[in-house]
């Protein structure tokens, strides 16, 4: 069964290091998004994307963060100078479509601030 | 309160028992999804129910979507131990892909 993959599954970073969190959406999907889990918490929507562009972003996702599709298959979150409440799991996820689709989400990249 | 609630919070059944959980949300929605989370891992899709739907079926999953009451409940038929994990679920509203979790319900499957 297709699956998204992320890579790290965890990285530890100094506290104001950038960090680049990679995944690899389901091959015929078109939408994309990141998620985060602090520990113990809910699950927070952090931004979706479509067609090379930002279609909805939360409060969360200030110009801390950003998300680039590089190539025809990676979609990565940058943050940049990472605080210590950035630590948390972060999911990628896609869909084949908006509104109503399955969302499939990978297994998460553990990031911890030190 | 917030968009997609659990209770119980936790649950503790013997094995071959059922587990029901309940989802309550406050703003029309577009689609319901239930998601299990291993401790750790990541999200697992289990059912989608559109809003135009009561009730749907995976295996030993039943899932009920009730938007008069704007609930939803997951029924988990003859509990296995690895069906010990968190449940959520997670709302979509609008012509968006956004989802809303709620604060999961932790389920041990005792032998």
């Known amino acids: 069964e297709p699956e998204v993959t992320q890579t790290p599954s965890h990285q530890v970073t100094q506290m104001g290091q950038e960090v680049i969190l990679r995944c690899v959406p389901i091959?015929?999907?078109?939408?994309f998004y990141w998620y985060r889990q602090i520990l113990g918490q809910k699950v927070e929507f952090l931004v979706s994307f479509y067609n090379n562009e930002i279609s909805e972003k939360s409060e969360i996702f200030d110009d801390q963060f950003s998300v680039e599709r590089p190539d025809g298959s990676n979609f990565t979150l940058k943050i940049r100078s990472t605080k210590l409440e950035d630590s948390a799991m972060y999911f990628c996820?896609?869909?084949?479509?908006?509104?109503?689709?399955?969302?499939?989400f990978g297994e998460g990249s553990w990031l911890t601030v030190v | 309160s917030q968009q997609g609630e659990e209770d119980p919070q936790a649950l503790s059944i013997q094995e071959g028992e059922n587990a029901t959980m309940n989802c309550s949300y406050k703003?029309?929605?577009?689609?319901l999804q239930w998601y299990r989370q291993n401790s750790g891992r990541g999200l697992v899709h289990l059912i989608l129910?559109?809003?135009?739907?009561r009730e749907k079926h995976s295996g030993r999953l039943r899932v009920t979507l009730d938007t008069s009451k704007k609930s939803s409940s997951l029924l988990i038929t003859a509990s296995r131990a690895a069906d010990t994990a968190s449940y959520f679920c997670?709302?979509?509203?609008?012509?968006?892909?956004?989802?809303?979790f709620g604060t999961g319900t932790q389920l041990k499957v005792e032998l």
């Open positions: 996820a896609s869909s084949e479509q908006q509104g109503g689709n399955t969302i499939y």
């Open positions: 997670a709302t979509a509203t609008g012509g968006g892909n956004k989802l809303t």
């Open positions: 703003t029309s929605i577009n689609n």
């Open positions: 091959s015929n999907h078109l939408y």
């Open positions: 129910i559109r809003s135009n739907e």
